[in-house]
């Protein structure tokens, strides 16, 4: 299996800051590489895929890029509703393997 | 507007079988895509459980793959997930979930879950 690593695990940000989530994989995955936002008590709501591609519907603020091993999640400037937990998944393989979550917290 | 919706029983007993069923609203089940299950233990992450395709290929996750089927019934627009054997472990949200058509193994469209308790 494709071992998904997030980094931080948690991270305390501000209304406006620039934000940065990272995730490396085990193993080259390309651009196989997909980011979900989930909120408390809800599905995961897919935001980026293919590394770099913003899903339709998801605000333009968020921001994907990496390949090979290592991928990042930007968000330009923080919103009161992005706070959130984040994954990371693979799909250039199966099983499909997540992240083990990023979770955004307010300051 | 597609919609997915999860149902079956919240609690199962230790060594029993876990079974759900996924109703799609809005599109026909026959549609090109993939679905799949999700689990979520509580507090925890997102682990992928397996997915079919409509004329009935399926993949599984090998962590699981001799404990669970997944099925389609065409006629009920639904597909199901069966988990035999559950121990405490098994307990977890579970998510029924449509593939996107633009890379296969992401999930666009998702129900919102539903817990399932393996407790005695």
């Known amino acids: 299996d494709i071992h998904m690593t997030q980094s931080p695990s948690s991270l305390s940000a501000s209304v406006g800051d620039r934000v940065t989530i990272t995730c490396r994989a085990s193993?080259?995955?390309?651009?196989?590489l997909h980011w979900y936002q989930q909120k408390v008590g809800k599905a995961p709501k897919l935001l980026i895929f293919?590394?770099?591609t913003l899903q339709s519907g998801a605000p333009s603020r968020f921001s994907g890029s990496g390949s090979g091993t290592d991928f990042t999640l930007t968000i330009s400037s923080l919103q009161p509703e992005d706070f959130a937990t984040y994954y990371c998944?693979?799909?250039?393989?199966?099983?499909?393997?997540f992240g083990q979550g990023t979770r955004l917290e307010a300051k | 507007q597609v919609q997915l919706q999860e149902s079956g029983p919240g609690q199962v007993k230790p060594s029993g079988t876990l079974s759900l069923t996924c109703t799609v609203s809005?599109?026909?089940?026959?549609?090109?895509?993939?679905w799949s299950w999700v689990r979520q233990p509580p507090g925890k992450g997102l682990e992928w459980i397996g997915e079919?395709?409509?004329?009935?290929?399926?993949n599984y996750n090998p962590s699981l793959q001799s404990r669970v089927t997944i099925s389609v019934d065409k006629s009920q627009n639904q597909f199901s997930l069966k988990l035999d054997s559950v121990t405490a472990a098994d307990t977890a949200v579970y998510f029924c979930?449509?593939?996107?058509?633009?890379?296969?193994?992401?999930?666009?469209?998702w129900g919102q879950g539903t817990l399932v308790t393996v407790s005695a």
């Open positions: 293919g590394s770099s």
């Open positions: 079919i395709y409509h004329i009935g290929t399926t």
């Open positions: 809005g599109d026909s089940i026959s549609s090109s895509y993939w």
């Open positions: 998944q693979q799909s250039f393989s199966r099983p499909y393997t």
């Open positions: 979930a449509r593939g996107a058509q633009a890379i296969v193994g992401i999930s666009d469209l």
């Open positions: 193993q080259s995955i390309s651009t196989y």
